[in-house]
């Protein structure tokens, strides 16, 4: 692979990424008043960018409102509202998915956030001026625990099956392509899914690990998320977003 330089997925202007959806989150949540926020958010994004250059810092797309474009997120908030629900957040980063069930009520110290990069935690703190409010416990920890790196998202959706009870949703998105394939991109190898192959994949964890699932996983082009035609030059020619929901029935 040709070196790429991560300037690439670096935007200096926030632009279009600080939708209401987030105001809410920060305001709220954060209690950061409208006319503070911008010049708050340069600061933060700029420490995070020196920690880790993945597209999601460099390209603001944390300010996305993520679960939160999801058609099932008032299912998945009044869920996590009931009391002993637990929210896990794997590969948290700033932790801003967490803020958002924050925002709208869900107690903190049911959440539990993990991510291979302790300083992008810590930062969520000032991100969200909520050091002592948030009481979610994060781990720090590589999710992955075997090394075969071949299986390795075999591997990790077996481990979340591990956590996990008839009930359980997992919800997230993730870069996929019309060729399912793998990439080595500069933060690491990633495997990219299209949809045959990403339900293959959950066939297999539900019959390695004797559980049932019904897995609503869709397609999608990575604009629909919010993110600017012009800042995804970058990925590969045929990209996609997988969006999934996956609930655990036995
Ligand atoms: C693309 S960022 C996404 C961050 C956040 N979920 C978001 O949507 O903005 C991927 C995150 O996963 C973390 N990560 C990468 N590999 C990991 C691993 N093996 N175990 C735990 N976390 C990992 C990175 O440190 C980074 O914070």
Redesign the pocket.
């Known amino acids: 692979m040709a070196e790429m330089d991560p300037s690439i997925w670096f935007r200096r202007d926030i632009g279009p990424y600080l939708t209401d959806d987030s105001r809410f989150v920060y305001n709220q949540w954060g209690g950061i008043a409208e006319e503070d926020l911008p010049l708050h958010l340069h600061n933060i994004r700029d420490k995070a960018w020196r920690l880790?250059k993945?597209?999601?810092i460099g390209l603001w797309?944390?300010l996305l409102p993520?679960m939160g474009a999801f058609p099932q997120f008032p299912t998945l908030l009044a869920r996590s509202q009931q009391p002993n629900s637990i929210v896990l957040?794997?590969?948290?980063?700033?932790g801003?998915?967490l803020r958002l069930f924050a925002a709208h009520g869900v107690p903190t110290d049911r959440m539990w956030a993990?991510?291979?990069?302790p300083g992008?935690w810590t930062l969520g703190y000032d991100l969200f001026r909520d050091a002592g409010r948030m009481k979610a416990r994060f781990i720090e920890?590589?999710?992955?625990t075997l090394p075969d790196e071949a299986f390795h998202d075999l591997v990790a959706s077996k481990r979340v099956v591990g956590l996990s009870k008839p009930g359980t949703m997992l919800v997230g998105s993730q870069q996929g392509r019309l060729q399912a394939e793998e990439y080595q991109w500069p933060w690491?190898v990633m495997f990219h899914h299209n949809l045959e192959s990403f339900i293959r994949l959950w066939d297999e964890v539900q019959r390695k690990t004797n559980t049932r699932w019904t897995v609503d996983a869709r397609m999608a082009d990575v604009p629909e998320f919010g993110v600017q035609e012009e800042d995804i030059s970058w990925m590969l020619e045929d990209k996609q977003w997988i969006r999934f929901v996956i609930t655990r029935v036995a």
């Open positions: 880790s993945y597209p999601c797309i944390f993520g957040d794997i590969g948290c980063g700033l801003q998915e993990v991510d291979i990069e992008l920890r590589d999710f992955r690491g």
